[in-house]
């Protein structure tokens, strides 16, 4: 009779434990099934062949990719819409308003390569994934302060400059930048301006920016090297000015 509740008594325990929620370490907070993609993460790099020029996406958890893809070449900025799976290989569709071409490649060892297509042409593509650094360039970031040469700093509060100046760095390879000054001697800046466009990927040790000017012109290039003096600033000279932004200018 004792062996027979012992028994009864085993049976019970490993029941009750097989019915206890199995959890999966890599899940997201949003969807406790899902798996979040080793992936993950900021990516770019340049294209090469029938067409040249920048792209960079961003792996999100579930492994969806946005992105973008610029070409130098024929001035154009276009959008990406796919997904990497569990062994890297990604498959991409460049949009230009509808699919016009390919993405096609891997994303191991944190180096990327492949092929594409886009609008007949095509070549091939390379990059990587971004640091930790590089990749917190993707925030909005508030205009704070220009510091000149002669040693003179205008502030963000200065009235020669437009309100709510700032800069904002999407996880799309896109950027939008808000800025205006009148440096006349009767400073009435003409408020809001439209902001300007562009593209931006991270090469080594800096940022190459892509800006949007419209119509047939060119699009305007210009290397940035960005530096993270703390979690809420950014640096960068152009012009021989040190520019200053802030997440928060009242950090």
Not at 111 to 127: A, E, H, I, K, P
Not at 135 to 153: M, T
Not at 187 to 201: A, E, H, K, L, R
Not at 219 to 225: M, P, Q, R, V
Request: with cysteine.
């Amino acid at each position: 009779m004792k062996k027979l509740l012992y028994i009864f008594l085993g049976l019970s325990l490993i029941l009750g434990c097989s019915n206890e929620p199995v959890t999966n370490a890599n899940a997201t907070d949003s969807d406790p099934n899902s798996t979040e993609s080793e992936f993950k993460g900021l990516w770019s790099g340049a294209f090469s062949g029938e067409d040249n020029g920048t792209w960079t996406l961003t792996v999100q958890n579930t492994g969806i990719v946005v992105g973008s893809f610029t070409s130098k070449d024929y001035n154009e900025i276009y959008s990406f819409s796919g997904s990497v799976d569990e062994n890297g290989e990604i498959l991409v569709s460049i949009i230009l308003e509808n699919v016009v071409g390919s993405f096609v490649g891997n994303l191991n060892n944190s180096l990327g390569s492949g092929s594409y297509t886009v609008n007949s042409r095509y070549g091939d593509f390379q990059g990587r994934s971004s640091t930790d650094d590089e990749s917190r360039i993707v925030n909005h970031w508030n205009y704070y302060s220009a510091n000149y040469e002669s040693g003179e700093i205008l502030y963000y509060d200065n009235e020669i400059y437009c309100p709510e100046l700032h800069m904002e760095f999407r996880e799309d390879g896109t950027f939008t930048d808000y800025f205006y000054a009148d440096y006349s001697e009767n400073p009435d800046p003409n408020c809001p301006q439209d902001p300007m466009f562009g593209t931006f990927s991270v090469q080594d040790g800096y940022y190459e920016m892509l800006y949007e000017l419209g119509g047939s012109q060119a699009l305007s290039e210009s290397d940035i090297y960005i530096t993270y003096p703390d979690d809420n600033t950014i640096n960068y000279y152009y012009q021989n000015v040190l520019w200053t932004y802030k997440i928060s200018v009242d950090y």
